[in-house]
């Protein structure tokens, strides 16, 4: 059951939503064209001496998820919100909020009855919430490829010597080489935890108030470093393995595993007590 | 010919300032203004409590500092003071909140196909204006009215001194910063101008959602997607185009409608193209698909 369940789920939310994917890659390319540019308008302005720049996979990617390093009110400077890091997050939680709810009102409604397991539904949904994530960073991560070697550069997920030069970073670097394979792993992990936590909450409340929550604690992920604000994890900036006093990757697994899990269980919980017959998102 | 007294738009209005989602938004966005008015004024008699018990003079009275003016009301109610979350919080989402109300309303009518009826029973030019007009009037309330319930809250406990000149360091201000004049002279209808800018550029991001109607299938997008549009354009602006382009001028409404300059400075005149690019957009959907096609 739960398997025809998962299979319509990704056939009318994955593979039917194919101009919405295509929607998020023009928006990728865009943001990680951004950083091409900036080596690029570095390249044309450096002195014939000085060897040009080149950027790497890794670099492409820290781009878009590098974030921004721990704000400190006390310095008086003014909060400016990681607008690229936000949007990327923004944008796929968007595009994951509507499905199930839409479901639930349509279709969903018959298949769940004629099911009769209300558990069944919900984990077939946060299965496609997974997927669906999968899915977006898989895109990411292949366009960022795609795009080093159509630029002549390294495909590898290692950083360029240079490039945390390029970030404001107040705390003390690690020493090069860089470990960035575990935050590109962990990245998705936090999306896929944050994005199945604003799932449970439509259960709750209206999708457009559930995505104004998210967009709030995003923010507050970027302006507060707390290991409760798992968005945190997902900045490479705020990470141990880039700087000696960020947060361990580890840690970050646990607690999007952990979030999952209560995301799983209080759906369940909520999905089996809701009046879906009267149910309007 | 309409006029504001007509009975659609009293219809459209009663709906839009009546309907559970601006009653939930509104309240959010009023939330979120007093917890910041909290946060503001707990963290200050801290630091007050501080200032009085280090600072004495040789006579044992508590020295005046030159940092006081930028200690007042101006500067830190919630747009006065750049550096608290609760401000980067409002002013990020008050794209968001301006088209919760009622961008998504002609999309409900348009399904449920009560904009035909009331097409023939009105007009389109009386329908549609009303929508609009409704959409931008709820979509500013939520954004100016919260700002406006801070500001007086925040009165009631941190004192108003007049911002000196002398202090400008604090106040995150250049010269070239729209009626930045007027922040030293009259700061009252300098703060009053900047909720009002901010109303009228959040009510006006909101009617892109009504016309967005005529394209979208799901109300939630008529909300979400100009939001993100913004946002997509914000992070171009700010990350590539101002550099390339050399201009000194901040073109992102998310922040030229902060009373604190953060980035860039802002110009009248990127208010204004702002506002005629939305009407004209406005005027083109409307034309295209509300004027040429049939309601029916």
């Known amino acids: 059951m739960y398997c025809k369940f998962l299979w319509f789920d990704v056939r009318q939310g994955l593979l039917r939503c194919w101009k919405k994917l295509l929607a998020a890659c023009a928006v990728m390319l865009c943001l990680l064209l951004l950083h091409c540019l900036l080596i690029y308008t570095h ?69 769940l009855m004629l099911s009769k ?31 080093t070697l159509a630029a002549g550069g390294e495909v590898t997920l290692a950083l360029s010597s240079y490039y945390p030069s390029l970030w404001e970073v107040r705390n003390e670097l690690q020493p090069p080489p860089w470990d960035t394979l575990p935050f590109f792993l ?40 707390s290991p409760l604000l798992l968005g945190n994890y997902a900045m490479m900036q705020r990470i141990q393995t880039m700087v000696s006093d960020g947060l361990p990757c580890l840690s970050g697994l646990v607690s999007a595993a952990l979030l999952c899990v209560c995301c799983l269980a209080l759906g369940c919980w909520r999905s089996a007590r809701m009046d879906i017959l009267t149910f309007d998102y | 010919m309409p006029t504001l007294s007509t009975p659609s738009l009293r219809t459209q209005l009663y709906q839009a300032f009546h309907n559970k989602m601006f009653l939930i938004t509104m309240a959010l966005m009023c939330l979120l203004s007093i917890c910041a008015v909290y946060l503001i004024v707990s963290s200050r008699a801290e630091s007050l409590q501080l200032q009085n018990e280090f600072y004495f003079d040789e006579q044992g009275i508590p020295r005046v500092t030159l940092d006081i003016p930028a200690t007042s009301l101006y500067c830190k109610w919630l747009g006065g003071d750049a550096t608290t ?24 009518e348009r399904k449920s196909g009560y904009d035909g009826q009331m097409v023939l029973r009105c007009g389109r030019l009386r329908y549609y204006s009303a929508k609009y007009a409704a959409a931008f009037l709820s979509g500013a309330a939520v954004v100016a009215v919260p700002l406006l319930l801070n500001f007086v809250l925040t009165a009631c406990f941190i004192p108003a001194f ?67 549009s913004l946002l997509f354009f914000h992070v171009l602006w700010n990350s590539m185009l101002n550099n390339a382009l050399r201009c000194p001028v901040q073109l992102s409404p998310i922040y030229f409608i902060i009373p604190r300059e953060l980035t860039s400075s802002n110009h009248p005149l990127v208010i204004v193209a702002w506002l005629a690019a939305i009407a004209l957009v406005n005027l083109l959907v409307v034309w295209r698909k509300g004027w040429r096609t049939d309601v029916l």
């Open chain 1, 186 to 225: 962990l990245a998705p992990c936090i999306a896929c935890a944050l994005a199945l936590a604003q799932a449970t909450a439509t259960l709750w409340m209206r999708p457009i108030f559930a995505f104004f929550a998210s967009c709030l604690y995003w923010l507050a992920s970027s302006y507060f470093l």
């Open chain 2, 85 to 108: 979350f609760a401000t980067a919080a409002f002013y990020l989402v008050a794209f968001l909140a301006c088209s919760i109300p009622f961008s998504w309303s002609l999309l409900s």
């Open chain 2, 162 to 228: 007049t911002p000196e000149p002398y202090a400008e360091l604090y106040y995150g201000l250049t010269t070239t910063y729209l009626w930045n004049g007027l922040f030293f002279q009259h700061p009252v209808l300098y703060v009053l101008l900047y909720i009002l800018l901010a109303g009228v550029m959040a009510g006006a991001w909101a009617t892109l959602g009504v016309s967005l109607s005529f394209f979208c299938r799901n109300q939630f997008q008529t909300i979400i997607l100009p939001y993100l």
């Open chain 1, 117 to 147: 397991s209300r558990r069944v539904w919900w984990l077939s949904k946060c299965s496609w919430c997974a997927l669906y994530v999968l899915v977006y960073f898989a895109l990411f991560y292949a366009l960022a490829a795609l795009l």
């Open chain 1, 43 to 111: 390249n044309t302005t450096l002195p014939p001496s000085e060897a040009a720049l080149s950027f790497t996979t890794g670099d492409l990617l820290a781009s878009v998820l590098c974030g921004i390093p721990p704000y400190d009110p006390v310095a008086q400077q003014p909060f400016l919100f990681p607008a690229i890091w936000l949007l990327f997050f923004l944008l796929l939680l968007y595009q994951v909020l509507l499905y199930p709810m839409e479901n639930l009102n349509g279709i969903g409604q018959t298949m």
